[in-house]
């Protein structure tokens, strides 16, 4: 299911003494099926234009297009559109607050009003497609699981809802580097398995560079950038000026480049460097 911008604008508090525009003029779409990743320095616009991408918030110039929804500033009934487009803010695991695992997935059915049956079978799908089996977690309180748990509770309380587009706000914020791991397998799965459209903000350039198929850079509220990782990544001189960093291995390339090494600019990947600098070893020794 795509969603579409078009001359999207946002502007906090219009009109008033602490006007403040978010973002500007954005043209944009999300493809059915990618895996988008969203970057840009703290207060570039990202968390507020993935608020427009389900109804969250509207846009005060604009129009938002999800499936065949149109989102103008004077928008109302937008709850198909959020059950479509699930949105998991930072910290997640901050929202629950049920005493059972089990209760807290199925509170977004059950104001759906659906049958017991159907609240159930949800659960407990949304639980098994984050790797938690139902049975050992579902009578468990959410707050005696490790913060890795928790926060694939919190994403499991989104995908019961059954949304065609899931939009991941840092989604690995605070947690150590094994439940990082654990969340990002996840995700990969949702979108490689189960076909999922994912957006996903990042502040790290080396997530960004191994999941997502296309990046989208924002600065001061509008898009400046959008193409593959090796696309984007080549033009690392151009992010560095917006306040943006490359991954450390752009950066080794970039380094062995001005040592003199012909090496290429658009390396963004361990793989990818091994590949490279085997070939310099071997020419040396060739040589």
């Known amino acids: 299911m795509p969603v579409r911008m078009e001359q999207v604008s946002h502007t906090y508090m219009q009109g008033g003494p602490f006007e403040s525009t978010a973002i500007f003029n954005v043209n944009l779409e999300i493809r059915d099926g990618e895996f988008v990743g969203l970057i840009g320095h703290t207060g570039?616009?990202?968390?507020?234009?993935?608020?427009?991408?389900?109804?969250?918030?509207?846009?005060?110039?604009?129009?938002?297009?999800?499936?065949?929804?149109?989102?103008?500033?004077?928008s109302k009934n937008l709850k198909k559109v959020r059950q479509q487009v699930g949105l998991v803010f930072q910290y997640p695991e901050h929202q629950l607050f049920e005493e059972t695992v089990e209760k807290d997935v199925a509170f977004g059915p059950k104001n759906l009003g659906l049958s017991q049956e159907e609240i159930n079978e949800r659960v407990r799908e949304a639980l098994q497609l984050v790797g938690l089996p139902y049975e050992e977690i579902k009578d468990r309180s959410p707050f005696e699981l490790s913060g890795g748990q928790r926060r694939r509770v919190a994403i499991a309380?989104?995908?019961?809802?059954?949304?065609?587009?899931?939009?991941?706000?840092?989604p690995t914020a605070g947690l150590d580097p094994s439940g990082r791991e654990e969340i990002f397998r996840e995700i990969q799965a949702l979108h490689k398995e189960k076909g999922f459209t994912i957006v996903l903000v990042s502040h790290s350039m080396e997530d960004i560079a191994r999941l997502v198929d296309r990046i989208i850079v924002m600065n001061q509220g509008q898009v400046v950038m959008t193409g593959t990782p090796r696309e984007v990544f080549a033009r690392a001189e151009e992010l560095k000026e917006i306040g943006l960093d490359v991954p450390q291995i752009t950066n080794l390339m970039l380094a062995l480049r001005e040592k003199g090494f012909d090496v290429p600019v658009d390396i963004y990947t361990v793989d990818q460097a091994k590949q490279v600098l085997r070939k310099i070893l071997e020419g040396k020794k060739h040589a």
Not at 44 to 73: A, C, D, F, W, Y
Not at 160 to 165: F, T, Y
């Open 44 to 74: 570039s616009g990202k968390s507020t234009l993935v608020q427009h991408m389900n109804g969250l918030l509207k846009p005060t110039e604009g129009t938002v297009i999800v499936n065949e929804t149109r989102i103008v500033k004077d």
């Open 157 to 170: 309380g989104v995908l019961a809802m059954k949304p065609d587009i899931l939009i991941l706000d840092e």
